[in-house]
């Protein structure tokens, strides 16, 4: 084998390193939201209690992501990417032997805070290691259906877990696997750091970004359970507000900012964030959806419920490196156009499950919104990556992370939000045309469940109806994007838009 293979071949490495370093820290944020019920029941709290476990992970996962990004371009994406890891598999082996909800919170802060660190290197990592825009673009995309394949593994490797061992067993497996990550990690990935290295970092704009990300992603997490017009939420959006224009207007004035404001003129950047948000605001809320209505309505359990997210990973995951493929052949916004509409497609047939659904019935739209969602990932990831400056990718690719952070918090409350008030609708609509024709406590306790059951149902119908005409008519602004053209020479690509 002569230099240039072992070259090869060492450069897809890395890409398996950073793929196996970011499914298993995704895999987290899902995996234990199964283990809650075992959860409360060995720490005698209440649901209301156990759902801080999983909040206080996307709290502090939302909140850092932007500064490791900086970090990893001053001080080394290696470097920041080794001690996220370090620090994720030591939180989860405390997270394996917490012995009270206290206790459990904090790790899961540290956990989340170590995670966090992730994202942003990792694209960094790719987009540094990958020089040939056609080649990255590939990259990008199989590592991006990756990081969305977690959320769709998290039932299906949690549930045997849980049911074979017991809740500790899904933050145990996180340290072998930590380890192989970490080995990985030092044998592979080269240190490398931007440009316009600096020690000065922008400590004041990182807090008032982080205190106004807390106060967003808190109140999309909580505002369902609080009221979104309860003095609670009121109260964090106020926070999220004044820190979010004490942010701006200490980066405007930043030599080195934490965040380069300056993103936000570019086109290219904006636009290609806006279809991110999108997106995976429909994949999140739809994913967070269709394991309650399997569980309430077709009877399955965990287990069973995480097999039917298997067909989804894989059209996922086979998608991806189609799209990369069309890298250079078709316009980016033609690709991501209809990779999104597809999405919105199989989101619409969903619309049409019933309590008398088969496994097929959900399969079919479930792999047909993957298909779509992974075959537009690499483009969606890859023009984030060339719209800027080498030097400042890895502070892009944290604010791309971060928009899809809250995309699915968003896709997660709207959904939710959403289907209550469906349901509440249609309790009163059907209720004005039903009719009892007999007496007795019995049967109209059954009919009253009669009339809740199908509200519900109803309601599940116009959650996926809704959310598909969203996505399928935000697949339009696709065409926003100004695409890039590569000229050739020596790996490097200019900028040349349409």
Known sequence: MNGT?????????VLFTVIFGTFLGRLDQTVVNLALPKIIGDFGINVTDAAWISTAYILANAVFVPVWGKLGDTAGRKRIYLIGFIGFTVASGLCAIAWNLTSMLIFRIIQGFAVSADYPTAMAIIAVTFRDMKERAQALGIWSSAFAAASVFGPLIGGPLIDNFN???????NIPLGIIGLFLALTFIDESVGDKRTVKFDWLGSTTLAAS???LTLVLDQGQSWGWMSF???FWYVVTIAFGI???FIEVKQDEPVVD???FKNGLFV?????NFIVFMGLIGAIFLIPIFAETFLGYNATQTGYLFIPLAVAMMASAPLGGRLVGKIKPSIVIFASTLVAGLGILLLSRIDPRSTVIDLIIPMSIMAFGMGFGMAQRTNLVAVAVKHEEIGEASAVLALVRNIAGAFGTAIFSTLLNTATNMNVLAISAHSFLNGTGEQLTQQFIALIELKAQVAGYATVFEVAAWIIILGSFAAFLIRTPREAAGAGEHIMILD
């Open 167 to 173: 809740w500790r067993a899904v933050f145990f497996i």
């Open 271 to 275: 636009n290609t964030l806006v279809n």
């Open 261 to 263: 404001l300056g993103f």
């Open 213 to 215: 990300l807390f106060g």
């Open 5 to 13: 293979a072992i070259k090869d071949n060492l450069r897809w490495w």
């Open 246 to 248: 004490a942010f701006y």
């Open 232 to 234: 609670a939420s009121i």
